[in-house]
């Protein structure tokens, strides 16, 4: 293909991955070949051609051109190399990571491990979710560079022994994507989604060398977040049920087979009809695009929001809870609702 021959010749493996467009992306990991770009397009490359040089393909040669460098005759092609900007901030975050490790660095980084650390890594994790919910775009900031702190240090633990290096984590996620994602990083041409969807676990598959559909699951996640994967994956090969009415259906059922079980005398079997009723309804949320894990945590928020209220007008009234009838809570947590309803 002369696309792959004019990548080579510009000095890029086409192997790592690259991208053909119709037009500059803002930011892409891999070399981007623009196939007979037009003279807007042009004008836009040349105004940053000093800080960002790019290749023109002409005649089928291949050179590296500034702003007033536009070559006569038609041009075949432009090539874009892959965005630097963000690896050098990220250089200047290891080099930062790796002096605090150094002999001479911080006492409390360097007696750090993978273990140790591994508290801060979820409890970033979890911060940088919680920023999200928020939706506030400052601390997500934040919060992201937070958890990008922990996995620098990670990586820079992994260098000192000679396991793996930063940039070879960053490699590897990169490749990744680029294999996974053959109609956008390769000639394929776009796709609906739901090939998409097909396509990636096929190539994750094959790329781990899994034969089963659910190995390689993670059974410490979540337990809502890990139904749901169970359910995401085995519908990609076609387990699935057609539409959310048969889903909401299984979820009556389990309900029913929870109401037989109370009159039983075998707590394990309780147990187990109430599991199956939440793994249906996390299927039925699947199917109508909620993430499950997400809706609950929203439902907390919302629920502590509300008891605020009622625990705030128990104190208003001098009582304690005890002193506090039914009644009188309903009609607390009425107003709490109706509070919330009006915001």
């Given at each position: 293909?002369?696309?792959?021959?004019?990548?080579?010749?510009?000095?890029?493996?086409?192997?790592?991955?690259?991208?053909?467009?119709?037009?500059?992306?803002?930011?892409?990991?891999?070399?981007?070949?623009?196939?007979?770009?037009?003279?807007?397009?042009y004008?836009?490359?040349?105004?940053?051609?000093?800080?960002?040089?790019?290749?023109?393909?002409?005649?089928?040669?291949v050179?590296r051109?500034?702003?007033?460098?536009?070559?006569?005759?038609?041009?075949?092609?432009v090539?874009?190399?892959?965005?630097?900007?963000?690896?050098?901030?990220?250089?200047?975050?290891?080099?930062?990571?790796?002096?605090?490790?150094?002999?001479?660095?911080?006492?409390?980084?360097?007696?750090?491990?993978?273990?140790?650390?591994?508290?801060?890594?979820?409890?970033?994790?979890?911060?940088?979710?919680?920023?999200?919910?928020?939706?506030?775009m400052?601390?997500?900031?934040?919060?992201?560079?937070?958890?990008?702190?922990?996995?620098?240090?990670?990586?820079?633990?992994?260098?000192?022994?000679?396991?793996?290096?930063?940039?070879?984590?960053?490699?590897?996620?990169?490749?990744?994507?680029?294999?996974?994602?053959?109609?956008?990083?390769?000639?394929?041409?776009?796709?609906?989604?739901?090939?998409?969807?097909?396509?990636?676990?096929?190539?994750?598959?094959?790329?781990?060398?899994?034969?089963?559909?659910?190995?390689?699951?993670?059974?410490?996640?979540?337990?809502?977040?890990?139904?749901?994967?169970?359910?995401e994956?085995?519908?990609r090969?076609?387990?699935?049920?057609?539409?959310?009415?048969?889903?909401?259906?299984?979820?009556?059922?389990e309900?029913?087979?929870v109401?037989?079980?109370?009159?039983?005398?075998?707590?394990?079997?309780?147990?187990?009809?109430?599991?199956?009723?939440?793994?249906?309804?996390?299927?039925?949320?699947?199917?109508?695009?909620?993430?499950?894990?997400?809706?609950?945590?929203?439902?907390?928020?919302?629920?502590?929001?509300?008891?605020?209220?009622?625990e705030?007008?128990?104190?208003?009234?001098?009582?304690?809870?005890?002193?506090?009838?039914?009644?009188?809570?309903?009609?607390?947590?009425?107003?709490?609702?109706?509070?919330?309803?009006?915001?």
């Open positions: 293909m002369k696309w792959e021959q004019w990548l080579q010749q510009a000095g890029y493996d086409p192997a790592r991955g690259y991208r053909v467009t119709d037009k500059r992306p803002a930011y892409s990991p891999v070399p981007v070949l623009i196939p007979y770009p037009d003279d807007e397009q004008d836009v490359l040349a105004a940053r051609a000093a800080q960002a040089p790019f290749f023109v393909v002409s005649e089928d040669a050179r051109v500034g702003t007033d460098e536009w070559p006569d005759g038609e041009v075949a092609a090539i874009i190399p892959p965005t630097v900007e963000e690896s050098a901030a990220v250089q200047r975050l290891a080099e930062a990571v790796a002096a605090l490790r150094a002999p001479d660095g911080c006492p409390w980084d360097r007696k750090q491990t993978h273990a140790s650390l591994r508290r801060y890594l979820l409890e970033e994790t979890y911060e940088v979710l919680d920023a999200i919910d928020r939706e506030d400052t601390d997500l900031r934040e919060e992201l560079g937070d958890l990008l702190l922990q996995i620098v240090f990670h990586a820079q633990l992994a260098a000192e022994t000679g396991v793996f290096t930063l940039a070879e984590v960053a490699e590897d996620a990169a490749r990744k994507m680029v294999y996974r994602h053959p109609h956008v990083f390769a000639a394929d041409g776009a796709t609906d989604a739901e090939t998409v969807n097909r396509d990636w676990e096929n190539r994750k598959q094959k790329e781990k060398k899994r034969k089963k559909v659910l190995e390689g699951m993670i059974k410490s996640l979540p337990s809502l977040v890990f139904a749901c994967r169970i359910q994956k085995t519908a090969v076609g387990f699935d049920w057609t539409s959310v009415e048969p889903a909401w259906e299984k979820v009556r059922e309900w029913q087979e109401r037989a079980a109370m009159h039983e005398a075998d707590p394990a079997h309780l147990e187990e009809e109430c599991g199956d009723v939440l793994f249906a309804t996390v299927n039925v949320l699947r199917h109508l695009g909620i993430e499950p894990e997400t809706a609950l945590r929203r439902a907390n928020d919302k629920f502590c929001q509300r008891f605020a209220h009622v705030a007008r128990v104190q208003e009234s001098g009582r304690a809870w005890d002193d506090v009838t039914p009644d009188e809570l309903d009609t607390y947590w009425k107003e709490a609702k109706h509070l919330s309803s009006d915001k």
